[in-house]
């Protein structure tokens, strides 16, 4: 081991935004506008999932040892 | 029972199929000999990143998950989708604390959330009430499995319960020969059989009801037409406040449980953890997909069986799917209930064999004593929770769960925080436990269910007007109970350093908490584990 390991890194608070977003129900809960006749509560959130899977993979990608 | 024939054979021989890969799968990555705990409970701590994928979304979504989040939607509507932020917030919200979690438990060969404990704040007791809180937790967890399969077996037409005490002994005797690398393999099987029946119901079953816009119109016609205030495709004003807390609450006790950190400590290295974080919404969103089933047995007109809100998903697809690929739906399910079901037993075995035989009955028991009582415990484990299933009322089973979420996040000052801050004390962290613990059970206690006759433990909706608000908003009573615990947890540590009462010895030292694989300090466990 040359320098002593660490998880702190500034990347990693990036995390916190797709812990925060999907917790603000003001974001999505509306029926307009829809998508393929689905309401936005249901497809926002969904895209959420793509949200956090890119920042976590950018926060993996970016902490690699 | 004679219009479900083609269904029962493809649902037996599959089941077949998975049970015999279950026998094999104990020589698949043979270890020299599976006489030790990290090799019989762990799968010899090596899993790559394809198999902690699989393993850890074929334990995280069970069987139950599949039937009861859509009913969940069925009968409640846009409140049962809380599962969809709770498991995209819950990966982020984790990564780092599993980390940390791995590490440690590498550099100093520790099996359990409850070992943890034990070495970071030198705590007998306090190891044994984490340990006692995992195993309870998971028992009614384990039951809720069956329940996924008895929902099954229902519709088609399968009634009586030896089906499913079959079911139960063929995996209890797999697990008992192969361990963790059983369900391990199994779970290959049961996520293809999984993703292919969803991606073909979410094509095929909008097409032939006319599409989504006429799925959620549908929907929303049911809901304005019953008196319940709480339902609607949408959050009222007065759930909200649940949604985010019971979302925040589920994410946070997730990795608590112990068969999620087993799935966890199995994985070779730091790097399949954080890969595998970024990898399982992919689960998340299957199960956003599924969720919306629920809707369109509403669309279809599908009505429980009884009073058993789990049957309308199978239902669905009984009436929706040609015989043969019900079958294969049905299957999936089934063989969804067993890949968590073998984790948990395994998970409350290990807890059971490291902290109360090891720590009380026999503290110097060699590796092939703890593996043998391990797979002793397991059996009893799926005893208890088939006797669970055929003594109790499963509406209330499914109570319990909401119980067992609740006292679950109550080792969570411990274990999360534990990992990250030596600065509670141990008096401090049993007195939040036991206050946590009681004031979660005073507030489910107090939440009562007009719609299933239960005036108390009738669900996870706490109502803020008992506390004296004037407000018709509920909350999450598990959330509420931590913030009963912490505060507790604070106040005792305080008090018990201003008495100077004795702290326990702190094992761990901060750089344990980085350690990663290849690191001098892991050389043992690399050795006893290789394969």
Partial sequence: MD??????????????????????????????????????????????????????????????? | MSGHITEIVVFTALFALVSGMGFVASRWRRADDLASLN????????????????????????????????????????MGFFAVPYTVIVYPLVMLILIRLWSVSHVHGLVTPADFVRARFGSPTLALLVAITGIVATMPYIALQLVGIEAVLKTMGVSGDLPLIIAFAILAAYTYQSGLRAPALIAFVKDTLIYVVILVAIIYIPARLGGWGAIFDAAQAKFDATPA??????????????????????ALALFLYPHSVTGVLASKNRDVIKRNMSALPAYSLL????????????????????????????QLFDRMFPDWFAGVAFAAVGIGALVPAAIMSIAAANLFTRNIYREYIRPDATDAQEASVSKITSLVVKVGAVLFILLIDPQFS?????????IILQTLPSITLGLFSRWFHRAGLIAGWVAGMSAGMVLLYNISNPAIDHAHFGGSAFPLEKLGLDTKMTVYAGFLALIVNLVFAVLGTLIARAAKVADGPDATRPDDYYADAGDPKLRDLEISGST
């Fill in chain 1, 3 to 65: 320098a002593p390991r660490s998880d702190r890194n500034p990347w990693y608070w990036l995390l916190v935004v797709p812990v925060v977003v999907p917790l603000i129900p003001a974001l999505f809960n509306s029926i307009e506008p829809r998508l393929f006749g689905i309401p936005l509560f249901y497809w926002l959130q969904l895209l959420f999932i793509l949200l956090s899977v890119a920042v976590t993979l950018l926060v993996h990608w970016r902490t690699r040892a």
């Fill in chain 2, 39 to 78: 090799e019989w409970g762990l799968g010899g701590r090596n899993f790559g990143s394809w198999i902690t994928w699989f393993l850890v979304g074929g334990d995280l979504y069970t069987a139950y998950t599949f039937v009861a989040v859509p009913a969940l939607l069925f009968g409640a509507g846009a």
């Fill in chain 2, 229 to 250: 205030p709480g339902d609607g495709i949408l959050l009222n004003a007065n759930n909200q406040l649940q949604y985010v807390t019971l979302a925040l609450g589920s």
């Fill in chain 2, 287 to 314: 199960l956003g997909l599924i969720a919306l089933l629920g809707y369109m047995a509403i669309a279809a007109g599908v009505t429980p069986i009884g009073r058993d809100v789990n049957t309308v998903v199978p």
């Fill in chain 2, 398 to 406: 499914i109570d319990l769960q909401l119980i067992g979420g609740v």
